[in-house]
């Protein structure tokens, strides 16, 4: 296997790294904890010992101008433009090997949990993974079930940049002061997002306030289309919860 030009990109593949899916994780299934292992089978999906879990995500704005090149049709077109950039690669470099996608999926993995598993996540106040290579400008795209054992990426020796600093930018940045006193209120997030022209709906300004890697950040039109596409579950949520729908 090549030597990869960075810890983050496992299998150094050029094809992946121009459709901006830059970060790679292979994960044995001997590595798992039990709790974690229970949480990936309720996915609906049995681990193996001979199994291998490959996670993908995507690190800067890559992916973002990737994805608008080939725009795939559909409902969910950037899980789509995932699926085909996976599969494409598991064709080229694994053609004899099965699996299936874990995510995106219908079930709910434990994203967040292999991420600290690879090395990739940190935690942040607002609860978006954040280290120290990305910051803030990083996502978890595919998750797929290897039926076979593959060589175990090492996990990144990342630190978190939060436990360094001091001033937190990005608890002052919050308009409803939702990330006071070391906790994210979701509350107060959520109802001021659903403001009528709030400065939230389409965008985290503090997200947008964190000082770490900022040349990685996505571009505007990314950050307003993942927001923008939050909004209607948000509002739906809100209005069964405040018993506007049964």
Request: contains cysteine; charged residues 15%; hydrophobic residues 40%.
């Amino acid at each position: 296997m090549p030597q990869p030009p960075s810890a983050y990109d496992f299998f150094a593949d050029s094809c992946l790294d121009a459709a901006g899916l830059n970060l790679q994780a292979a994960i044995g299934s001997d590595r798992l904890t039990p709790s974690l292992r229970a949480d990936i089978e309720a996915a609906g999906q049995p681990l193996c010992a001979n199994g291998s879990l490959i996670l993908f995500g995507n690190g800067g704005p890559t992916f973002w101008r990737a994805f608008k090149h080939h725009c795939p049709a559909g409902e969910h077109p950037v899980d789509a433009f995932s699926r085909q950039v996976v599969s494409e690669f598991m064709a080229r470099r694994f053609p004899e090997l099965g699996f299936c996608f874990l995510y995106p999926g219908a079930s709910v993995v434990p994203l967040q949990s292999l991420g600290q598993l690879a090395g990739w996540h940190h935690e942040s106040p607002m609860k978006v993974g954040i280290n120290d290579t990305w910051g803030l400008w990083y996502a978890y795209r595919a998750l797929i079930l290897v039926d076979a054992v593959l060589p175990s990426s090492l996990p990144v020796p990342s630190t978190s940049p939060c436990a360094v600093c001091h001033d937190k930018p990005c608890v002052a940045a919050c308009p409803p002061r939702a990330l006071e006193q070391h906790a994210l209120r979701l509350e107060r997030c959520i109802d001021f997002r659903l403001q009528e022209a709030s400065a939230c709906s389409h965008q985290c300004l503090a997200r947008w306030a964190c000082p770490v890697a900022p040349e990685q950040r996505y571009d505007a039109e990314q950050v307003q289309y993942h927001y923008g596409h939050s909004l209607p579950h948000l509002r739906l949520w809100r209005s069964r919860s405040s018993g506007g729908q049964k």
